[in-house]
């Protein structure tokens, strides 16, 4: 056997995180990693649609991780107006704040994302303000699964 082979190289190897598609917190991390993207692409003005297309990602995440932690049994599904009917049986103030949001987002993942679709012109002002309130909400909802002290 080799030094690289070694046993005790395989035990430095960073191994991968291992999601769990039932905890909100593993929802959350991928939401935050969208929203990461977007910021960069906001930031320079670069390609409106993707930022759109996963902006709406984020926030289905985000809807999905607040569910989850609501005792909601996970459902594939990328309709954020279904998601948030199911978050206003659970968080009503929670979802009527966001019900603006989605009615911009909701058909964003699928209209950007293959052509066959009118396309808007690009509002980059709207969108970041898009970005700002999706921000918010996915602050408030880490705060709100954040363990207690």
């Not at 990602?57 to 594939?76: P, Q, S, V």
């Not at 966001?98 to 009615?103: H, K, N, W, Y």
Request: proline residues 7%.
């Amino acid at each position: 056997m080799t030094p690289f082979m070694e046993q005790s190289c395989v035990k430095e190897l960073p191994l991968p995180k291992q999601t769990d598609a039932g905890n909100p917190c593993d929802w959350l991390l991928f939401a935050e990693g969208d929203l990461q993207a977007v910021r960069l692409l906001a930031g320079q003005s670069a390609v409106f649609s993707v930022c759109r297309s996963k902006l709406a990602e984020a926030l289905e995440k985000l809807l999905k991780a607040d569910l989850i932690h609501c005792g909601w049994e996970l459902r594939k599904t990328h309709d954020l107006q279904s998601l948030l009917d199911d978050l206003a049986s659970h968080t009503p103030t929670t979802a009527n704040q966001l019900q603006p949001i989605v009615d911009e987002l909701a058909e964003a993942y699928s209209q950007t994302r293959y052509p066959g679709f009118d396309l808007a012109d690009d509002d980059w002002p709207r969108l970041r303000e898009l970005l700002v309130q999706v921000q918010e909400y996915n602050d408030d909802l880490a705060r709100r699964l954040s363990p207690k002290p």
